[in-house]
């Protein structure tokens, strides 16, 4: 045994983003290995705290940690490095200075076997016994197969007996006993390498893992494969024992940054998946899990550096809650008509209120699960006859209903277990129209109901309400005329109370602005339309973000996966300007809202729904529900996502809870594949942070700000390019470069908004159809009021651009070659009022080219001192 000094580094770490190695919980307190940095938290309530952040190990990572019964000592163990840590001094948040040993193989698991016995299993499968009081080794053993190991367990179980698993190199999975050394069982029934084996506390099951993406499960007594389960994409990296009642559960992660959960049923010889949770991290790779029963959670740690709490309550308790119609009949004692379906359905503050495609109105409580009828006269249920559009306003308790004529029927609750007051509003503009939706919009006490129809002559109808002495009652009506095109489907709207402008959306990305304050003339006119402001085709939600005297900020989504926030100016006309434009590789967005700093978007992905956090790059919630031909909406408040939709004639309520604070993120991460390149802005803004940009080979940049303290907040992801990136660089305080292969590079513009924005300004055309080449580096200068930007290519090509920021255009003043040598580095200079060219190439060699007058465009001259053009002068 040998002491491992840990030297002071010259330059003091403020923070640490790499891969999570290793994760162990202990009564509600749980230890990360982030690195060689120990970080420990106090998960005991919904708001995890951070009570320690230390550096525990000199040079390696943390791969396996192990706590005492007693929860008073602390093993973390990498490479051949392990320390011993009070947990009580570490909690206190006192300085420790650690006393790191070293032994001389590869460590793969520990435990203590007391308070005075660590056990360490190593890469050759051979077990030493160390006192931890003299660090001294007492005993080794071995049970004759030294097998190089990439995974082990040891386990004490409850009967004080002592089991070894170590998972081999080659498929095996070695059973065996410490005390004797006697081989237990070697099974074989993987393919490949074993990259995980665990044991649970009563010594009766196995579990092992292995890259040909199965786990199974073992009997341990009898050596006997109980049951497969299968469904990770790739190989999985790690697993852990947990019981609910008397029914064994597995959770298991992997390459595919997805965690599971596994139940097993006595009998049967699979292994049941009783949740997934999916792109639980960003890149690949989730390295290390644990599970916490005293917190209902299972926890995640991946290669992108973040440490993530997972929800297990919702998936381990009862099936999700449904009502078939039948079901509903029997509480309601409704007769249903051959094909009646619930037709749709909104939430109010303790309910559901539903219509059918016979216009009969149920209200369900949330509180008591008891469904009622809402009694209609047989000519109301009529005028609900295969049509209805149901849309409602949550905190004023009235749900508005409808007709194909444009009759609409409020219907307002005291409570959901009361008879709601009924008020019928019988349309007069639409002159025989039909209705093609009705749109709603409540804010700040203001109610809006719009009525579409699809004749364009036809004006929308805009009714405005308010509350008074808690009745809901029409305010005014205005008609609006429609745009003259031919066709404007209206899909969501919002209004801007602070300018008075209505903002109506469309399909082909397309919004028609009204300004309500205009009403002299009737119908109210358009003021403005604005066509295609982004990639895509219907916009599915849209929401002010901000709004100021003339000025107003919208977030919109888009069904083809975008979403961009844009801000509407109005001087003489109206205008627009695109702040920030995205786009999303999960398929349809349904709508998307701010939850403070964080955008989340939620829509359909082949059969399931989900709920995603674009600005934290995490799932929220996903559902089976069968894809997005139903009926269906999403509610949401403080503390859970409810997701209400049909399917087979049956009614399911699907629920995903807000339980931990900030979504269950310890610990935030990166992009969790290989970071090429990183950029600071060198402006400092006032609020004392600067804007840091990374650029990494999955093809994503991600913008955030760097604060003093070492924290990186990130706000965006941005998918532009669809190439491996090379480098991102600030231009100036605004505007930033990045380059990629074939032939990328993109100009970005940010807009320094509360929450910051970023939008591509510019692309650089490309000469070739199908661009090959990697533009390796660039560079840029301001000269003589003009930007210059030097881009340079896998192919020896340089070339000098003038970029004119107004008409957003490139101009090429100036190109040439090298050799034919890949060229890694580009840099302008400027010396004694001269700028010079400087380039860097992988033959090793570094050339330096005077700039000429680039008022024409011209060929680059040779490197200076250079008249042969031969590399062994540069």
């Avoid at 000592?73 to 009580?88: H, M, N, T």
């Avoid at 499960?217 to 049951?227: C, E, F, K, R, T």
């Avoid at 609900?384 to 508005?400: E, H, L, P, Q, Y």
């Avoid at 339309?529 to 916009?539: V, W």
């Amino acid at each position: 045994m040998t002491d491992c000094v840990i030297r002071s580094p010259r330059i003091d770490e403020l923070e640490h983003y790499g891969p999570v190695t290793a994760l162990r919980n202990h009564n509600k307190i749980l230890f990360c290995g982030c690195g060689p940095i120990l970080k420990v938290f106090d998960i005991s309530s919904s708001h995890p705290q951070l009570v320690f952040q230390q550096k525990v190990l000199s040079r390696n990572k943390i791969h396996t940690i192990a706590i005492t019964d007693d929860g008073k000592q602390l093993f973390a163990g990498g490479g051949r490095s392990f320390v011993i840590i009070d947990i009580e001094n570490i909690l206190k948040g006192e300085n420790n200075v650690f006393k790191e040993k070293a032994i001389d193989e590869w460590i793969v698991s520990g435990e203590f076997l007391n308070q005075n016995t660590l056990l360490i299993l190593t890469a050759h499968n051979t077990v030493y016994e160390i006192n931890t009081q003299s660090f001294e080794s007492k005993n080794t053993m071995d049970c004759g197969e030294k097998s190089i190991l990439y995974s082990g367990t040891i386990r004490i179980d409850t009967k004080g007996r002592v089991l070894i698993g170590a998972g081999t190199v080659m498929e095996g999975v070695i059973l065996w006993d410490y005390k004797t050394g006697k081989i237990l069982h070697n099974l074989t029934e993987h393919e490949g390498s074993i990259f995980g084996i665990k044991i649970d506390p009563s010594g009766k099951f196995a579990v092992s893992c292995s890259d040909d993406r199965s786990i199974k499960l073992y009997d341990v007594q009898s050596g006997n494969i109980l049951a497969t389960g299968w469904g990770h994409g790739s190989r999985i990296w790690g697993l852990e024992f947990f019981s609910v009642g008397e029914t064994l559960h597995v959770f298991s992660h992997g390459e595919d940054t997805t965690a599971r959960l596994w139940k097993y049923q006595l009998g049967n010889t699979s292994l049941d998946q009783v949740h997934i949770w999916e792109n639980c991290h960003s890149g690949k790779h989730i390295w290390s899990g644990c599970v916490s029963m005293e917190s209902s959670a299972c926890i995640t740690g991946g290669a992108d550096g973040r440490v993530r709490l997972l929800d297990m309550v919702p998936y381990l308790s009862k099936s999700t809650l449904h009502y078939s119609l039948e079901d509903i009949a029997g509480y309601t004692g409704v007769h249903f008509e051959k094909n009646e379906i619930i037709k749709q359905f909104f939430e109010l503050e303790d309910g559901l209120v539903s219509i059918t495609s016979h216009g009969t109105i149920f209200s369900y409580s949330y509180s008591s699960h008891n469904w009622r009828e809402i009694k209609l006269t047989s000519d109301e249920k009529q005028k609900f006859m295969n049509f209805s559009i149901m849309r409602g306003f949550k905190d004023a308790g009235t749900v508005a209903i409808t007709t194909r004529v444009g009759d609409i029927l409020l219907l307002q609750f005291q409570s959901i277990n009361e008879t709601p007051t009924k008020i019928w509003i019988e349309d007069e503009y639409l002159q025989s129209s039909k209705v093609t939706n009705l749109l709603s919009f409540g804010c700040n006490g203001q109610y809006y109901l719009l009525t579409d129809c699809p004749n364009p002559k036809t004006p929308f109808v805009l009714r405005e309400f308010h509350l008074s002495s808690g009745e809901f009652r029409l305010k005014s009506t205005t008609c609006l005329s429609q745009p003259q095109q031919t066709s404007f489907t209206t899909t969501c709207m919002v209004v801007d109370s602070v300018n008075n402008w209505l903002i109506l959306a469309s399909r082909y990305v397309t919004i028609a602005i009204y300004d309500l304050g205009s009403t002299e003339n009737q119908p109210t006119p358009l003021s403005a339309i604005f066509k295609k402001i982004t990639s895509g085709d219907t916009i599915t939600s849209l929401s002010t973000l901000m709004a100021a005297k003339n000025c107003s900020t919208l977030l919109l989504t888009v069904r083809d996966g975008a979403y961009a926030t844009i801000t509407l100016r109005k001087d003489n006309t109206l205008t627009y300007d695109i702040d920030l434009e995205n786009k999303l590789s999960r398929g349809f967005i349904e709508g998307g809202f701010f939850d403070g700093d964080n955008l989340i978007v939620y829509g359909f992905k082949s059969s399931s729904f989900f709920i995603w956090n674009e600005t934290q790059q995490l799932e929220l919630m996903s559902v089976a529900c069968g894809g997005a031909h139903r009926q269906w909406e999403l509610y949401r408040n403080e503390s859970e996502y409810k997701f209400v939709y049909m399917n087979k004639s049956t009614i399911y309520f699907a629920d995903a809870s807000k339980r931990f604070e900030n979504n269950g993120v310890l610990v935030d991460g990166t992009h969790g594949r290989e970071i090429r390149d990183i950029a600071v802005s060198k402006w400092e803004s006032g609020n004392n942070y600067r804007d840091v940009i990374t650029a990494s080979e999955d093809t994503t940049l991600r913008y955030g700000r760097l604060f003093p303290n070492g924290k990186v907040h990130v706000y965006w992801t941005l998918n532009k390019h669809v190439s491996g990136l090379q480098k991102v660089k600030f231009i100036d305080s605004n505007l930033v470069g990045s380059c990629a292969a074939n032939e990328e590079f993109i100009v970005w513009k940010l807009s320094g908004t509360k929450i910051p924005s970023i939008a591509d300004f510019a692309v650089l055309p490309t000469e070739h159809k199908n661009p090959d080449l990697r533009i390796m580096d660039f560079d840029s200068i301001e000269v003589d009021g003009e930007l210059l930007i030097a881009t340079v290519y896998s192919d020896s090509q340089i070339k000098v651009w003038k970029f004119d920021e107004k008409p957003q255009k490139f101009t090429l003043v100036l190109e040439g070659t090298y050799t034919t040598c890949c060229l890694l580095h580009v840099k302008f200079l400027r010396v004694a009022g001269n700028i010079f060219l400087t380039t860097a190439a992988t033959d090793g060699h570094l050339a330096i080219w005077k700039m000429p007058n680039l008022s024409n465009k011209a060929n680059l001259p040779a490197p200076i001192d250079q008249a042969t053009n031969s590399p062994e002068f540069y």
